[in-house]
C-alpha cells in the first residue's frame, strides 16, 4: 500500500503537473495506478489523487461503486474510474452543500458547496480520451479529487467543520 499523506503536509497544496502519454504507459506508472486503486480501497476511500500519496502529477481514481450510484452517467461501472489530466465544466447552474471528509483530513468534516451536474474530459489509463456527465454524489467526488490535483482541500472551501475521535 501506498502511505497516504496528511495535512499540514505541503505537497498537498501544491498544482499537480499534467502528464504525457508516453509517462502514462509507462510500466512505473501503470503499476503505480494499480497502487493507488489498492490503497482507495484498503483506507475505504471513494476515490484518491495521486498528490495525497505524495506523487504532483494529474492522476486520480474513483471507485466503481460510487459511478453505479449515478443512474444518469453516461459511464459504465464495471472498473474503478482513471483520470488523467482530468477537466470538468458545470452543465448546470444547480449547487448543493454536503458533508465531505478527506483521507489526507483525518476525522474532520465539513459541508462544501458543489455543482450538481458535471461534465469531464480526461484520458483513461491506456491514454484514451473520455468524456462523460456527472451527477450528484459521484459529480461531488470528481470536484473533489481534482481540486487535490489543484492544490486545494475540501477545508478550504468547507462550513460548520468538525472533528470525531
Not at 500519496?53 to 452517467?73: A, F, H, P, Q, W
Not at 474503478?80 to 444547480?94: A, E, F, G, H, M
Request: hydrophobic letters at 40%.
Amino acid at each position: 500500500m501506498l502511505e497516504i499523506i496528511t495535512t499540514p503536509t505541503e505537497s498537498l497544496r501544491k498544482k499537480s503537473i499534467e502528464i504525457d502519454h508516453d509517462f502514462l504507459l509507462s510500466a512505473d506508472i501503470q503499476h503505480f495506478i494499480q497502487e493507488l486503486i489498492a490503497t482507495m480501497y484498503n483506507d475505504d476511500g471513494v476515490g484518491i489523487a495521486s498528490p495525497q500519496v505524495g506523487k504532483n502529477i494529474r492522476i486520480c481514481t474513483i471507485n466503481k461503486e460510487t459511478i453505479k450510484l449515478d443512474k444518469k452517467t453516461s459511464l459504465e461501472a464495471k472498473e474503478d474510474l482513471i483520470l488523467v489530466n482530468p477537466v470538468w465544466t458545470k452543465t448546470s447552474l444547480k449547487k448543493n452543500w454536503e458533508t465531505e471528509g478527506c483521507l489526507s483530513v483525518p476525522k474532520t468534516y465539513g459541508k462544501v458547496k458543489r455543482y450538481s451536474y458535471i461534465s469531464v474530459k480526461a484520458w483513461d489509463k491506456d491514454g484514451k480520451e473520455i468524456n462523460f456527465l456527472a451527477n450528484n454524489f459521484f459529480a461531488r467526488v470528481i470536484q473533489h479529487e481534482i481540486d487535490h490535483l489543484d492544490g486545494i482541500l475540501f477545508v478550504d472551501k468547507a462550513k460548520d467543520i468538525y472533528q470525531i475521535e
